[in-house]
């Protein structure tokens, strides 16, 4: 099993930055390791399903980005340190939701990162607050 533990979030005011982390731990499938899994982050807003914002495969030499985020937010990892980041500025009061940090071992093109389902594990998430 693979915890994953965001931290990061907070309330910011719109034009501001924030950092997400989420840290992996624990023992993956037999033969892998943290660096084989793609890492995605996910958001849900009240009253709305949640959604795909960005994705980082093992390498980080392939990521995609939701449209709404674009320019605006950039993810990378550490392998050795097991985190991926999500760095997000000039953020806006839409962008308010909670972030989930999520692992998949099958998303491993960009064509497949932003299906929900391919992803096998999922932290607990963490609240961004975008004031207007």
């Known amino acids: 099993q693979v915890q994953l533990v965001e931290s990061g979030g907070g309330l910011v005011q719109a034009g501001g930055s924030l950092r997400l982390s989420c840290a992996a731990s624990?023992?993956?499938?037999?033969?892998?390791?943290?660096?084989?899994?793609?890492m995605g982050w996910f958001r849900q807003a009240p009253g709305k399903e949640r959604e795909f914002v960005v994705a980082i495969n093992w390498s980080g030499g392939s990521t995609r980005y939701a449209d709404s985020v674009k320019g605006r937010f950039t993810i990378s990892r550490d392998n050795a340190k097991n985190t991926v980041y999500l760095q997000m500025n000039s953020l806006k009061p839409e962008d308010t939701a909670a972030y989930y940090c999520?692992?998949?071992?099958?998303?491993?093109?960009?064509?497949?990162?932003?299906?929900?389902?391919?992803?096998?594990?999922w932290g607990q998430g963490t609240q961004v607050t975008v004031s207007s």
């Open positions: 624990g023992r993956p499938v037999s033969g892998r390791t943290f660096s084989n899994y793609v």
């Open positions: 999520a692992a998949s071992t099958t998303a491993q093109t960009a064509q497949y990162m932003p299906i929900m389902s391919l992803y096998q594990y």
